[in-house]
């Protein structure tokens, strides 16, 4: 089992950042990707970002490309969610989650390892 914890959330007004963890523990894998979500109220969890563990490779959702950027630290094991120039539409509970395998995966439903969420308000 992997168990993710992510953090870092919090209250910020609009055009400011924040900077999103995710730690990974129990059996970890050398080769994973790890995702980032989003969910608002009413509303369906949204792919945000996603970053292949070994090579970096990364890939963004629209909405957030040029904005945010995903990381990892492999010595850590954790992963980042840099947001810039947040918008109130980014408002929402943010999720990492994790895949035993390489490769980018947009479905919420590829990855079996979930953070338990942390809160982003964005406030105009």
């Known amino acids: 089992q992997v168990q993710l914890v992510d953090s870092g959330g919090g209250l910020v007004q609009a055009g400011g950042s924040l900077r999103l963890s995710c730690a990974a523990s129990?059996?970890?894998?050398?080769?994973?990707?790890m995702g980032w979500f989003r969910q608002a109220p009413g509303k369906e969890r949204e792919f945000v970002a996603a970053i292949t563990w070994s090579a970096g490779i990364t890939f963004y959702g629209d909405s957030v490309k040029g904005r945010f950027t995903i990381s990892r630290d492999k010595s850590k094991k954790t992963g980042y969610l840099q947001m810039n120039s947040l918008k109130p539409d980014d408002t929402a509970v943010y999720y990492c989650?994790?895949?035993?395998?390489?490769?980018?995966?947009?479905?919420?439903?590829?990855?079996?390892?979930w953070g338990q969420g942390t809160q982003v308000t964005v406030s105009s």
């Open positions: 989650a994790a895949k035993d395998s390489v490769g980018i995966y947009r479905s919420r439903y590829e990855y079996p390892y």
């Open positions: 129990g059996r970890t894998f050398s080769t994973y990707a």
